[in-house]
C-alpha cells in the first residue's frame, strides 16, 4: 500500500507525528511518499496531522481514496515542548471517528490509562458549562467567531432557567452575554459542579462523562453519550455502558511508540480500513 504522508515542516508536533507514521508504515511493509504540495495520483490514501489539511483530504475523498487525520489525543496529551509529545487521536475518514468505532474493545488500553471514572453526579442546583469552539475549529467548519455559542445559548435559554457559565476556547478573554465567564474558575470543579456539559465536539465532552456528568455534545466522539437535543436538557441521559465506550475510544488513540513501531498503522490496516471501505 502507498500513504501520501503530509505535515507542516515547520510545526514541530505535526513533524514528528508524521515522521513516526511514516516509520510506522515502514514497519508494516507499506511504502510512503512525502509531499506537502499536492495529491499523490498513485496513493492508496493520505495521513496528515490537523484539520488545516482539510482541502488536500477533500481531494483525495473525491477520488474515494482513504484519509487518516491526526491530532491532540482524548487523553494524554502532552505540550509540544515535550521530548514525549503524548498521546494522538488517529482518525480515518473524517474528523471523528463516529462511523466505525463502536466495537466493544477489551478496556486494556483505556485501564493502562488509569483514570477513574466517577460515579454518575445530580449538581441540582448545578449551573450549565457551556465550552466555546476555537478559531480553527471556526475555519473549519465555516463559523464566524461565538456565532456556535451565541445560537447555543438562546436555545439552552429556551429550555432551562440555570445559569450558564461559559468557558471560551482556546481564547480566555471572549464573554459572551447572557452568561458567567468561567475564566477565572478551575475547569475540573466547574464540572464536577455542573448539571451538564454543553460543547460541540470538544474534549470537554469526554471530561464530562468521566466525572460522571451528564452531557450534549453537537457533534464528536461523545455525541451518542449524550441528550439528542437541547430541549432534553433538563432530562439528561445517564449511560450504563461509559467504560464499554471509553475502551473503544482508547483504540481510536495512540502513543508516540505506537505510531513509530506500527502498531497503531497495524490496526488502522487490518481492522479499520475494511470495516470503511
Known amino acids: 500500500m502507498l500513504v501520501h504522508v503530509q505535515c507542516k515542516p515547520t510545526m514541530r508536533r505535526s513533524r514528528v507525528v508524521a515522521d513516526s507514521f511514516a516509520n510506522g508504515l515502514k514497519v508494516n511493509g507499506d511504502e510512503i511518499v512525502r ?3 499536492h495529491i499523490v495520483s498513485d496513493a492508496d490514501g493520505i495521513m496528515a496531522y490537523s484539520s488545516r489539511h482539510n482541502a488536500m483530504f477533500d481531494q483525495y475523498r ?3 481514496k482513504f484519509t487518516i487525520f491526526a491530532d491532540l489525543g482524548y487523553w494524554g496529551r502532552k505540550k509540544a515542548d515535550s521530548y ?3 498521546c494522538h487521536r488517529v482518525i480515518v475518514n473524517g474528523l471523528h471517528p463516529n462511523k466505525y468505532f463502536r466495537q466493544n474493545y477489551s478496556s486494556d488500553r483505556f485501564d493502562e490509562l488509569d483514570i477513574k471514572i466517577q460515579d454518575w453526579k445530580i449538581n441540582k442546583d448545578g449551573p450549565i458549562i457551556l465550552t466555546g469552539v476555537s478559531t480553527k475549529a471556526c475555519e473549519f467548519y465555516k ?3 461565538m456565532e456556535w455559542e451565541t445560537k447555543t445559548l438562546e436555545e439552552i435559554k429556551k429550555h432551562s432557567s440555570r445559569e450558564v457559565v461559559f468557558l471560551a476556547k482556546p481564547q480566555p478573554g471572549l464573554s459572551l452575554k447572557g452568561t458567567t465567564n468561567g ?3 478551575s475547569y475540573k470543579e466547574l464540572i464536577r459542579k455542573s448539571w451538564m456539559v454543553v460543547n460541540h465536539h470538544s474534549h470537554s465532552g469526554l471530561d464530562a462523562l468521566i466525572e460522571g456528568i451528564p ?4 457533534m464528536g466522539i461523545s455525541k451518542e453519550m449524550g441528550i439528542s437535543d437541547l430541549k432534553y436538557i433538563e432530562y439528561p441521559k ?3 455502558d461509559r467504560k464499554a465506550f471509553f475502551a473503544d475510544v482508547a483504540y481510536t488513540q495512540w502513543s508516540m511508540m505506537e505510531l513509530y513501531n506500527g502498531s497503531c498503522w497495524n490496526h488502522i490496516k487490518n481492522e ?3 470495516r470503511c471501505a
Not at 452531557?215 to 453537537?218: A, D, G, L, R, V
Open 35 to 37: 509531499t506537502n504540495t
Open 62 to 64: 473525491r477520488k474515494g
Open 84 to 86: 514525549d509529545l503524548g
Open 143 to 145: 463559523y464566524e467567531l
Open 183 to 185: 475564566r477565572n474558575m
Open 215 to 218: 452531557i450534549y455534545n453537537y
Open 238 to 240: 445517564y449511560p450504563e
Open 272 to 274: 479499520v480500513l475494511p
